[in-house]
């Protein structure tokens, strides 16, 4: 069993932190991994910098564009990330669009994360179902958890190849949205996260897009196994600093 | 027989397929399940070809160039898409794709431009139609298609400023992709090339298909044969070229030629050849060739024509690039302009600068005396006429 399942196994109401990997600066992959690591999160997801992140909103575009414009590319993430499990034992995932996994070579960017203990992807733009006609066999080599999006428009069909396919959790987008941190949830949204649960899926889920504080986290716990926090954590640390990471996330938990 | 259309998987050989995050799957999925079904039945013909008919202004002439084809000793046809309400072939396809979302019950209508001529020509069939409308366009393309940008608000579109990246078409189309994501239930988005997930590059090339099966027809009368030995046409994303080559894609007589910008020369580092400096990738949803880094960061192209100035090409036409079915020329910046000063003295007419590139090929290929060529003329010059200026200091 891998990182991820096991702190499922053994936590309620995960938080689970994403930042963009070269931002702000381009050396500071390891120490917010760090910070966050005091701070008690209980994953991090990574962000591969894209010059074209469709899915994601203004504050993720800007962030990938001043990582990319510092210099972060796949090598130097892959050597940042060497001394990983040295610093830390928090289930670590990289999230990334395809192209650039593709241009590195997908086996040998599957067998890099082995090496350096990354614990499993999300990748916004391949499709479950090309998934697993062309590349299951590769990230499982690797023993790789792929997690999978689903939205409010998914079909209950659609949900379960998703389930079958996602190992670790299920990434449940919290609506019709591109990333970015929003105040509260609708009845719409409630009423979606209520609908999935009742689905009883074997992953657990994950809601991210749109939580941004103590409220929206709250209620993204009260349906689902936690929640993912990205734009809120990218706009922190742009205006405090990364050693306020501890800060940030007490605003969260406490 | 090889087949270099669509096949029943999105593919064109290596390349297609719709690499679309989950948010877009239900919308890419009711396009597939229905594009075939509804723009193929008999009512929707009826109303498309009519349209065509009235509101376009079809068909748009086959023109024997008489002087063109005496200095070159050869026989060479423009399709005269810059004859089309608008001013280019783009309305073809918006025409189309409006009907197709108005059938599919959308109310409303994004697009993405570049310089503006698919904007103006989206924006268009929206009025038409009584649609809310729109359109992305990168700020640096907003501050110099001045004149488009007026048409589209002029028409009651919203010209909405895609301020990320290079602020150009690429971001443009994230931008409407992303409010896709965000409006999936009541929008439709009316791509403007032969690009982006599929159904969409085989989508956009049946609807330009009129222009190919119009020449085979018009051909027939002239020459009485309906098959060129060439067709020409130039490359930013590839749906002026796509529409024409459709009825020839798998008939080895006729030669296919796809005719890229160089931009200030395809080593400058400032260029859209992207046959030549692409390398296969996804960009917009697409498996096809496009303009990176090694890292696969997508770079920004280059060229005097704001139309080609696409960093990859449609997976159309990356596979005619590939199994070598088509033949692929780039044409730099001077040449181009060059051209579409050839084009306005010795035929009176003046071609978009798009348009331009594909006839400079004229320096380039050797054609014999028997041969028939057929030019898509894409699109008039009118809109190029302040590039026109500056560059002829006119």
Known sequence: ?254 | MKNFNVNKDGFYGDFGGAFIPEMLFPNIDELQKNYIKISESKEFKKEFNQLLHDYVGRPTPLYYAKRLSEKFKTKIYLKREDLCHTGAHKINNTIGQILLAKKLGKKRIIAETGAGQHGVATATVCALMGVECVIYMGEVDISRQAPNVARMKMLGAKVRPATSGSKTLKDATNEAIRDWISNPVDTHYIIGSVVGPHPYPDMVARFQSVIGYETKKQLLKFENTENPTHVIACVGGGSNAAGLFYPFLNNKNVNIVCVEAAGKGVHSGESAATSILGTEGIIHGSKTLLMQTKDGQITEPYSISAGLDYPGIGPMHANLFRSKRGEFISIDDSDAMKWGLILSQMEGIIPAIETSHAFAVLDKMKFGKNDIIIFNCSGRGDKDLDTYINYFKL
Do not use: W
């Open chain 1, 1 to 254: 069993m891998n990182r991820i399942n096991k702190v499922f196994n053994k936590k309620k109401n995960l938080l689970s932190i994403y930042f963009t990997a070269g931002f702000p600066g381009i050396n500071d992959t390891l120490k917010i991994i760090k910070e966050l690591d005091k701070s008690q999160v209980d994953m991090i997801e990574i962000g591969l910098p894209f010059s074209d992140p469709l899915a994601d909103g203004p504050t993720i575009q800007k962030s990938s564009e001043k990582a990319l414009s510092n210099g972060m590319t796949t090598n130097l993430l892959f050597d940042q990330l060497k001394d990983l499990r040295k610093i830390s034992d928090i289930p670590v995932v990289i999230m990334g669009y395809f192209n650039p996994i593709l241009q590195y070579g997908i086996e040998k960017f599957c067998s890099n994360c082995k090496d350096v203990g990354i614990d499993g992807l999300i990748i916004p733009d391949l499709p479950a179902d090309i998934f697993k006609k062309n590349y299951k066999i590769i990230f499982e080599k690797y023993k790789l958890n792929m997690m999978f999006l689903i939205t409010p428009q998914t079909s209950n069909e659609r949900i379960n190849l998703i389930d079958d396919l996602s190992k670790g959790f299920i990434y449940m987008v919290s609506s019709y949205s591109v990333t970015g941190a929003k105040d509260s949830f609708d009845k719409y949204q409630i009423e979606y996260f209520k609908r999935i649960k009742k689905l009883n899926l074997s992953n657990p889920l994950l809601i991210g897009f749109g939580i941004s504080n103590k409220k929206t986290f709250q209620a993204a716990c009260q349906n689902s196994n936690g929640a993912i926090i990205g734009s809120a954590y990218i706009k922190y640390i742009e205006n405090h600093g990364v050693s306020k990471t501890q800060d940030f996330i007490k605003l969260i938990k406490d």
